[in-house]
């Protein structure tokens, strides 16, 4: 466990509660101060190791903060690390000026700044034992980095500290007959010559270097040569870090921007790269390559009924299927096609229960039939899921390089559209694109002209999720969820449909229906369910947007008049920060109106105390995405944590959904109060099955003649 203190320095409070449930959970000592007047008053009390310091701060700022505190003697080596949303070349000039050590950007990604924190600590234990000559040999000892001595131009070693020859494989001994390019090597384009110049001439030089052992294997490492004359000799001296984990972390980060988390294939964003890449090297060689969709068929029937763990459970063994049956080529590796790269099939997860295919170098045009023959064979064998056994089929459309296409979108589109075809052919089944089979446009406008009717017609209905404390003994409120009864795909959920409502500006329409739907169930309820029962609807950025938005919820008000107070309306984060000055004033008209506001999806964005402030919400719901595995994750644990002492310390109501498992609910229980719902609760459900679950939960009675009324 590690003995250091931390200082936070940020008038943001949910900073410094985001940072003392992350360092303390590694072992440092964590302090904060809100201004820069308030650290340097307290900072001898403190004593901080090292420093993050918010540049943008009321009073004195950032920058004046960190020169004031380099010129206390006893914090003139202390690492101070500026945080700032500004990334531009005055702002880093300015930062290290003011004697900042390194500075790291928001939104703050905590799992990064935890390796420049222990990094910086590192190198400054380093970089202060050497600053006088004298005290060398006790710096070469003593210090945990890496410390070599260098003599002149010839780069020789001359002195060693315990940690280069442990790290390296070599006694103190062998390293003096080496010279540096024996120990490391740095990129061709810095060229060591260069580096000697410029060090003869006092500056300090930093490099990326990989740091050769003995045995023959290497290592990443970060270091800094430092000029120190000598009497009659020159001499530098060389502190190396090994960044081995921050390498890998900046890997994870790697695979979470370009693999899917759930099943490690490449998602779209990578795939897309690689076809682009493929197109590219098919035109070069006069070749075919082509691409493939394959969607699961009824996937949504099995996530409806099992809930999402079966259904990721399932799509696990799907990708995984479809990587052993794609070998010997490595399907999940970021690999470069070039003009050497034999045939070769590619896989990715578009989203959902969606798949892609990409097959290159076709020169046999029956290829594409062949991999779709064998795919849909080796999806449609059983699964056991649970000790439960599941079929599944699959629809696959293909679309053929350069016939069906030129470019990436192109053949996307149509790969989409012979999809659909090979559903409407009775699904576990494959089609090629054809010019019969028109393009996905017209799909979509069919699509977009039944979603034009589907109010008129009845088709669109409500189902309300019941939201209950943590205790599950009181029902205190529901979510209102949309859902489309299709005359011939069955019950379509908001991720069917919404995003072409909200691309036509339907969403305007179907929000106004959902809006009025809710209050009017509201006041049917307003004689059965007690006076504090709460009801959430989610409200679409395109409609606060809207002119007629707020009008239109003041006229619905006061026709639902008993309905007044009973109201959330659910926004994402994304959708408030995205005008936050227009936001303020949104929300006090909305607020004023008597309806409550409740940020969706919370966690995932700026999640920063500060604006919740500036917006003064009535809620916040943890996203799901934090709560999976709550019990067992302690990272997922710890920002949750942070989130519910962030509502606290406001007084804002927390609201936590997805939770499906006994464990995730006492982990939440042992956080606070909060208001729960998921699948462990109940489902969403149509009104009379949600008033059948009322009725074992009389608390959410308005009075005893109310269970009357329910049966």
Known sequence: MSNETILTIDDDPGIAIVAEEVFLQLGYQVASASSGEDALARIGEIAPDIILLDIMMPGIDGYETCSRIKALPQFEHTPIIMLTGREDTEAMDRAYESGAWDFSPKPINWPMLTYRVRHALRASIAFASEKLAARLSRAIDNSPSEVLVFEGRSMQITGSNSSAGSNLGYSSAQLA??????????????????????????????????????????????????????????????????????????????????????TGLPNRRLLQEHVERAI????????????????????????????????????????????????????????????????????????????????????????????????????????????????????????????????????????????????????????????????????????????????????????????????????????????????????????AFIPLAEETGLIISIGEWVLRQALEQLQQWESILADDFKMAVNVSGYQIRSDEFLPGVYRMLEEYATARNKLVIELTESILMSSAESSVEWLRDIKEAGVQVAIDDFGTGYSSLGYLQKFTIDYLKVDRSFVSGLDTNPEGAAIVKAIFRMAQALGINLTVEGVETEAELETLRGMGESLVQGWLISKALVPEDFLAFAARHESALQKPASREALS
């Not at 004359?229 to 060389?238: A, D």
């Not at 984990?245 to 890997?251: L, N």
């Not at 056991?384 to 296409?405: C, F, Q, R």
């Open 177 to 262: 007959n080496l010279k540096f390019e024996d120990i490391a090597s740095i990129p061709a384009e810095s060229a060591l010559e260069e580096r000697i110049s410029c060090l003869e001439e006092g500056q300090q030089i930093k490099l990326d270097v990989d740091m050769k052992r003995r045995d023959g294997t290497s290592y990443p490492a970060e270091g800094i040569l430092i000029h120190s004359p000598e009497k009659g000799q020159q001499t530098s001296i060389g502190i190396f870090q090994d960044i081995s984990e921050r390498k890998e972390a900046e890997e994870a980060l790697y695979r979470l921007a370009f693999y899917d988390e759930l």
């Open 280 to 495: 590219a090297m098919a035109q070069r060689r006069k070749t075919r390559c082509a691409i493939c969709i394959l969607d699961l068929d009824g996937f949504k029937r099995i996530n409806d009924t099992l809930g999402h763990n079966v259904g990721d459970l399932l799509l696990k063994e799907v990708s995984h299927r479809l990587n052993a049956m794609l070998r010997p080529y490595d399907v999940i590796a970021h690999e470069v096609l070039d003009e050497e790269t034999d045939s070769q099939t590619r896989v990715a997860r578009l989203g959902g229960d969606e798949f892609l295919l990409l097959l290159t170098d076709l020169e046999d045009s029956t290829v594409p039939a062949r991999v779709a023959t064998r795919v849909l064979k080796e999806i449609s064998l059983p699964y056991n899921v649970h000790k439960t056994e599941l079929n599944l089929t699959a629809s696959m459309g293909i679309a053929v390089y350069p016939e069906d296409g030129v470019t990436i979108e192109e053949l996307m589109m149509r790969a989409d559209t012979a999809m659909y075809k090979a559903k409407q052919a009775g699904k576990n089944n494959y089609a090629f694109f054809t010019k019969e089979a028109g393009d996905h446009t017209a799909e979509r406008l069919k699509l977009e002209s039944e979603l034009r009717s589907a109010v008129s017609k009845g088709e669109l209905e409500l189902h309300y999720q019941p939201q209950l404390d943590s205790s599950l003994q009181n029902l205190v409120g529901a979510e209102a969820l949309l859902r489309w009864r299709h005359p011939v795909h069955g019950l379509l959920y908001p991720d």
